[in-house]
């Protein structure tokens, strides 16, 4: 049953030529693609599953021929002459199915290394949405506090118009000045954040933490689809860790086959070669016998006994073990990508409703309050108190709403890495 459930998971969807979307930004698909070139974690991965890969040729060769040479110091005389020299060679071969069985233990477990690279950029590209969205972030909170602060200068020439002609307190030009320097710090503080912001996504992507990044902005908002289900087939079949680890139960599986060939001997072909020298007595001088000098030569088989069954069986107890232990763990595995997947499903939910929410409701709403207040206090009905209030509430909401709309895109980013796959845009 559980290997049912994990092949259809395989086959359920389609491979992807790129398992990240950019939802159309350049600058962040340039920054993605630099960080997969250099990262020095992804170059540690990939050289670790070419090193696996090299595994296979040497498991599932045969094993060298010996040659021997002896050389005797005290030849043995024979009837047709002294024996000199002796050649030897010998070719052990593995039972049938020993050495395929090893290769694909051997492929499966670089197979696996395979899967951990894919996982290491699937999370190298995480680091660098999520780098990128808060230095997104910041950028557009920075453009909010100039342009509140343009909207603060424009209520203090205001203010300061109205004091002239004596019908304003100088009280409302003062308390204009403390909200611009509280602008003027607001901004200092997030310029601050961005150097920090900047130098996180310079060593995700391998560069000095100094390089300057130009000023980032989100995309628009994609709509995707976020049905569970569908979510978690997608996961099954696309996230790496997955993958990996139903490639190690396959591995563990052969293993087993692997141990059980042990019962079988292994077989040794030899060829062989003896020097006969002629022979130098007398009497064979007078009388040579036949085949005086003739060399010889042999053809051996032999196999080793696998006598001692316990060690044997061990090994099969211990493949067998591994296998269930990989299977658990795969299950495992896939719980915790399902949890995963929800826990973010549900905080992506929850952004979007309060995105809605802002947009909606609270936005419009703070735009006509400023726009009420402002042609309020120019008429000398409503006091600078209450026209702060009003300007405050509108930069709260645009900040708010600039951090909703980060927040989600790395949601969505966070995602992608949960199902290991780039979820397709629906029509909204």
């Known amino acids: 049953m559980l290997r049912r459930m994990m092949l259809a998971g395989l086959l359920a969807a389609p491979v992807l030529a790129q398992p990240y979307s950019t939802n159309g930004d350049s600058a962040l698909e340039a920054l993605i693609e630099k960080a997969l070139e250099g990262n020095p974690a992804i170059r540690e991965s990939l050289a670790r599953y070419r090193a696996a890969r090299q595994r296979i040729p040497q498991v599932s060769s045969l094993p060298d021929p010996i040659l021997d040479v002896t050389q005797y110091a005290r030849t043995p005389e024979t009837r047709v002459g002294p024996q000199t020299t002796m050649l030897s060679i010998s070719q052990k071969f593995p039972w049938f199915g020993k050495l395929s069985d090893k290769g694909k233990v051997a492929a499966k477990e670089a197979a696996a290394w395979r899967e951990s690279h894919e996982a290491r950029k699937a ?17 557009r909170a920075i453009r909010i506090t100039e ?20 019908v304003g307190l100088q009280q409302a030009v003062v308390k ?9 710090n607001r901004l200092e503080t997030l310029r601050s954040r961005r150097v920090d912001a900047e130098a996180t996504l310079n060593t995700v992507v391998d560069r000095p933490p100094e390089t300057p990044i130009a ?19 997608t996961a099954r079949s696309r996230r790496p860790e997955v993958k990996a680890a139903f490639l190690r139960i396959e591995k563990d599986e052969k293993r087993i086959q692997l141990s059980r060939r042990s019962y079988w001997p292994d077989v040794t072909v030899g060829a062989g070669f003896i020097n006969v020298a002629g022979r130098s007595d007398p009497a064979a001088r007078l009388h040579p016998p036949p085949d005086e000098g003739k060399n010889i030569y042999s053809f051996s088989v032999g196999v080793n006994l696998p006598i001692f069954r316990r060690k044997y069986a061990a090994a099969v107890l211990e ?19 399902e949890v995963s997947i929800r826990s973010v499903s549900f905080r992506a939910r929850t952004i979007e409703r309060q995105i809605g929410l802002f947009e909606d409701l609270l936005l419009p709403q703070a735009e006509q309050a ?3 207040s402002e042609a309020a206090y120019s008429t000398g009905t409503l006091g600078i108190l209450d026209l702060l209030d009003s300007e405050r509430v509108l930069l709260e909401v645009r900040l708010g709403l600039a951090r909703f709309d980060s927040d989600y895109m790395k949601a969505l980013a966070e995602m992608e890495r949960a199902i290991g796959s780039p979820f397709p845009e629906v029509e909204p």
């Open 319 to 337: 493949a067998t073990e591994d296998f269930l232990a990989s299977r658990e763990q795969y299950r495992s595995t896939v719980n915790q990508v």
């Open 147 to 166: 342009e509140d602060h343009e909207l603060l200068r424009h209520f203090e020439t205001l203010a300061q118009a109205r004091y002239s002609q004596g």
């Open 176 to 184: 204009l000045q403390t909200e611009l320097t509280r602008d003027l």
């Open 215 to 233: 000023p980032a902005s989100l995309a628009q908002r994609p709509t995707v689809d976020l049905k569970l289900e569908k979510l978690y087939r």
């Open 370 to 372: 400023l726009r009420s």
């Open 123 to 139: 999370e190298v590209v995480r680091q660098v949405k999520l780098a990128y969205y808060d230095l997104a972030y910041i950028d």
